[in-house]
């Protein structure tokens, strides 16, 4: 009987590092701008009041909220439409399934709500659906997971109500693909641009023929 020796693999950490790692950093995106719950600031109303019920949006809602600017999401699942007949009449709600990978330090709540970024999607109109999230899914639950979130349209809002909770901004940072604050996330892009300039400045200096940058 030949003897031999079995190459060495590891395929399913590749595997792993593919779709953790690769694409939460590479794949197609979908950009969104996301509302999250701010756990630690929101104020629940725990009492029942004679004036009325409990206000989610607006100046006089306690809930608080962290607003992500240009998040990148991925594995969109196909539109559904579902009819559901109330009391106040025939009601078409669509419904969606987003991801989230847990590289963001983002952790998604039902409630949440998120809107397309449409300046590419839909640039002459900004109508475009709001969105809340409505159930979450953590897989796996390990260090490193994704979240796969169901959304459905949240039925006449606007983004303005939401920007009245928001308590801190943040932005997705396409260069490093990590989310720093709005301050920062404006000094990195002048920063860049700097940077880009003296490139451009420096090439102009540049003489092929002698390898050397003539100031």
């Known amino acids: ?15 792993q590092r593919l779709i953790l790692d690769y694409y939460s950093r590479h794949g197609v995106p979908f950009l969104i701008t996301y509302y999250n719950l701010n756990t630690s600031e929101t104020v629940w109303d725990n009492e029942y ?6 206000e989610r949006t607006g100046t006089y809602s306690g809930i608080s909220r962290n607003k992500f600017l240009y998040l990148p999401v991925f594995f969109l699942t196909e539109m559904t439409t579902n009819f559901d007949g109330q009391e106040t009449g025939y009601i078409k ?8 990978p847990g590289s963001y330090n983002i952790v998604p709540y039902p409630g949440d709500v998120l809107k397309f970024t449409q300046d590419y999607l839909m640039p002459s109109d900004n109508t475009y659906p709001i969105y809340m999230v409505s159930g979450v899914e953590i897989s796996p639950n390990t260090y490193r997971r994704f979240w796969k979130c ?5 039925q006449s809002k606007s983004e303005s109500v939401f920007d ?9 940072f396409e ?4 989310i720093h604050t709005l301050s920062r996330s404006l000094e990195m892009t002048r920063l860049m641009s700097r940077m880009e300039t003296c490139r451009e400045n420096l090439s102009d ?3 092929n023929n002698s390898g050397y940058y003539f100031l």
């Open 1 to 15: 009987m030949q003897k031999y020796n079995r190459i060495p693999y590891d395929y399913i950490n590749e595997y």
């Open 49 to 54: 009041l004679d004036g009325g019920s409990y």
């Open 93 to 100: 709600e669509n419904e969606s399934d987003i991801v989230i």
């Open 150 to 154: 169901h959304v459905k349209v949240y």
């Open 164 to 172: 009245d909770q928001v308590e801190d901004t943040f932005v997705f």
């Open 175 to 178: 260069y490093d693909k990590k």
């Open 205 to 207: 200096l540049y003489d």
